[in-house]
């Protein structure tokens, strides 16, 4: 398999996503700091924004965009498409299911948590609504079930486009399948930082080992998250595949909100899903994955229209 992808490419690439994304996100956290319902909105819409920075630099480097399937394929992925929902999904609760048999105490039945998250303006906009603090909970988990991955997946292709489409490609070719996943997973983990660093993301400011460790234990996990969605890309060989479980799994925040205030210094461990126990269900199955799909060939080039031809990575 010829590379599509130069080494100036994927260089420029680099360095577009980092530092565009890297911007963002520590401008993002200012406003994360403020604490004020705006302030988190603000912070919300800059880290979508954010999340086109790889794509942006798809654009930059000028990568060439046919090879990464861009037709959806529907009928063909079915079985691709229940993967990308309902595998999140699943793992996410064995991961949640597991820190809270070794830790059964901290489960949040009560809801303090996530009252205390929502504030004194979300809680007048569900009592508005006719809602409970419980109904919220039952709503969110039926929306991650159905349409909230579909949704993220407006946000989800800027990053696809560029980790799975540009740059996983590059490094499986250059490394190896299973060496080019692992250093792909370390990069898309390392681009988080700033977020971790400046506004608490994933883990909080206050968690054992903070602020370094989860510098390293994220990475970690969105190598076993990078196994899993470019595994799906690569059997349904259409980069909507990957957005669609990307979205999955960011649509599972809801387990981060039933855990006791007292305990929220250890997210680290769990109970959503980058945790260090709640994430061991999503590690073992990328190991599972890794060890199966070593030596097969993604789909996408397996048909003569998607033939890696070595000129086809200088125009968009």
């Known amino acids: ?103 059964p105490t901290h489960l949040d039945t009560s809801l303090e948590s996530l009252r205390a998250a929502a504030g004194e303006a979300g809680m007048a906009q569900l009592q508005a609504q006719g809602l409970t603090l419980e109904t919220y909970v039952i709503i969110t988990i039926i929306m991650s079930l159905t349409v909230a991955p579909i949704f993220n997946i407006l946000t989800a292709i800027g990053e696809e486009i560029g980790w799975r489409g540009a740059l996983y490609p590059y490094l499986k070719e250059r490394f190896g399948k299973n060496t080019g996943r692992v250093i792909g997973g370390i990069l898309w983990g390392v681009w988080h930082w700033p977020l971790m660093l400046f506004a608490g993301f994933e883990y909080g400011n206050d968690y054992f080992g903070a602020p370094v460790l989860g510098l390293f234990v994220f990475p970690i996990f969105t190598v076993f998250y990078g196994i899993l969605t470019d595994h799906v890309y690569e059997k349904s060989g259409t980069i909507w595949m990957p957005a669609l479980i990307h979205g999955s799994i960011d649509a599972w925040t809801i387990y981060a909100y039933i855990v006791k205030p007292e305990y929220a210094d250890r997210m680290i461990l769990g109970p959503s899903l980058v945790g260090i126990l709640s994430g061991l269900p999503m590690a073992a199955l990328a190991i599972y994955i890794m060890m199966k799909d070593k030596g097969t060939q993604p789909a996408f080039a397996k048909t003569e229209e998607n033939i890696i031809s070595s000129d086809a990575g200088a125009k968009i």
């Open 1 to 103: 398999m010829e590379r599509t992808i130069s080494k100036r490419q994927i260089t420029i690439f680099l360095i577009i996503a980092f530092a565009g994304g890297w911007i963002m996100e520590t401008i993002a956290s200012v406003f994360a700091n403020q604490g004020t319902a705006q302030g988190k909105a603000i912070f919300s819409s800059i880290v979508m924004g954010g999340m086109y920075m790889p794509l942006l630099g798809v654009l930059i480097a000028r990568i060439s965009f046919k090879k990464m399937g861009f037709r959806p394929q529907i009928k063909k992925n079915l079985k691709w498409i229940a993967f990308s929902i309902w595998v999140p999904a699943l793992l996410s609760l064995a991961g949640a299911l597991l820190y809270f048999i070794i830790f």
